[in-house]
């Protein structure tokens, strides 16, 4: 049975930075693109990043580039996710998810299949 684990969030002031991990298991993520997706209290779940099976690109939200940084580790089944310079607009609970193709096209929900994991709460605050 495919299942996410999402861990690593916390309570954080803003500028500071946050490693999440998402260890996946019913799957070899390997054959896959996986997506990392927040949502805010209130609002729909986004697409933060997706990052392609090996060798292709990542595709980043306008309002994380050039802070976070999505990576994978195959042999472990996981996918990271770095947070640099935090801000207070980054708060929501993170999910990650497989699409049903190799490679990143977008950062929508279509494609995403398989349940959403518990997600793991990141909240900036000062």
């Known amino acids: 049975q495919l299942q996410f684990v999402e861990s690593g969030g916390g309570l954080v002031q803003p500028g500071k930075s946050l490693r999440l991990s998402c260890a996946a298991s019913?799957?070899?993520?390997?054959?896959?693109?996986v997506g990392w997706f927040r949502q805010a209290p209130g609002k729909e779940r986004e697409g933060v990043l997706c990052?392609?099976?090996?060798?292709?690109?990542?595709i980043y939200a306008d309002s994380v580039k050039g802070r976070f940084t999505g990576s994978r580790d195959n042999a472990e089944n996981t996918v990271y996710l770095q947070m640099e310079s935090l801000k207070l607009e980054d708060t929501g609970v993170y999910y990650c998810?497989?699409?049903?193709?190799?490679?990143?096209?977008?950062?929508?929900?279509?494609?995403?299949?398989?349940?959403w994991g518990q997600g793991t709460q990141v909240t900036v605050s000062s």
């Open positions: 998810a497989a699409y049903l193709y190799r490679y990143c096209s977008g950062l929508g929900l279509d494609g995403v299949f398989g349940s």
């Open positions: 019913g799957l070899n993520l390997d054959y896959y693109a």
């Open positions: 990052i392609s099976s090996m060798y292709g690109r990542t």
